[in-house]
Nanobody, 124 residues
Framework: QVQLVESGGGLVQAGGSLRLSCAAS????????MAWFRQAPGKERELVAV????????YYGGSVKGRFTISRDNAKNTVYLQMNSLKPEDTAVYYC?????????????????WGQGTQVTVSS
């Protein structure tokens, strides 16, 4: 089973960009479906983006479509989330998650491995 460590969060002004990284340990990273979720205070955890094992399929939550891009580098055991045109409503703790199946999934309950989260704060 992989272990996940996120990095790249921080404070940014509205309209700015950030890139989150999620480094995974373990030799079977390429067999995992990977996702980014986020959770704002008082709100449920929501799917931001998901990517299949080889990067050939992706899916984005409606609020980030066209602004965020998920990608992965299996040689580096890392998944990325490029976030552009950030808005104050993007402020949340962002979590990396892994699912040991090849297909896409969209619910938090479908993912069995989670990172500790990284805070993203977008100021207006």
């Amino acid at each position: 089973q992989v272990q996940l460590v996120e990095s790249g969060g921080g404070l940014v002004q509205a309209g700015g960009s950030l890139r989150l990284s999620c480094a995974a340990s373990g030799r079977t990273f390429s067999s995992y479906t990977m996702a980014w979720f986020r959770q704002a205070p008082g709100k449920e955890r929501e799917l931001v983006a998901v990517i299949n094992w080889n990067g050939g399929s992706t899916y984005y939550g409606g609020s980030v479509k066209g602004r965020f891009t998920i990608s992965r580098d299996n040689a580096k055991n890392t998944v990325y989330l490029q976030m552009n045109s950030l808005k104050p409503e993007d402020t949340a703790v962002y979590y990396c998650a892994a699912r040991s199946y090849y297909g896409l999934a969209y619910g938090a309950a479908d993912f069995g491995v989670w990172g500790q989260g990284t805070q993203v704060t977008v100021s207006s």
